[in-house]
């Protein structure tokens, strides 16, 4: 089992900054893809950024590409979203979830066993 915990959100004006982290425990994320999602009100969850084991490739949404950039430490078992030139669109739960896989990214909710709590991130105008 992996139980991982989001932190990091809150409320930022746009063109703002924000870093999440998700901290995990219970099992080494070393065996793992990572991916961070968002549930807007009203919304379906969305794939937002997807990292692989060895942090070699990324994967983005085209909505943050070139504004968000996902990170990995294996040692501290932690990943983290930086979230840059926010927009109120981007205004959400974000969600760090792990994927049973090491070499690819996917994008569907349900290639993910593993889901942290989420954080809310509002962005104002």
């Known amino acids: 089992q992996v139980q991982l915990v989001d932190s990091g959100g809150g409320l930022v004006q746009a063109g703002g900054s924000l870093r999440l982290s998700c901290a995990a425990s219970?099992?080494?994320?070393?065996?793992?893809?990572m991916g961070w999602f968002r549930q807007a009100p009203g919304k379906e969850r969305e794939f937002v950024a997807g990292i692989t084991w060895s942090g070699g490739f990324k994967y983005y949404v085209d909505s943050v590409k070139g504004r968000f950039t996902i990170s990995r430490e294996n040692a501290k078992n932690t990943v983290y979203l930086e979230m840059n030139k926010l927009k109120p669109e981007d205004t959400a739960v974000y969600y760090c979830a792990a994927a049973p896989v090491t070499n690819w990214v996917p994008a569907r909710l349900n290639e993910y066993h593993y889901w942290g709590q989420g954080t809310q991130v509002t962005v104002s105008s």
């Open positions: 219970g099992r080494t994320l070393i065996s793992y893809t």
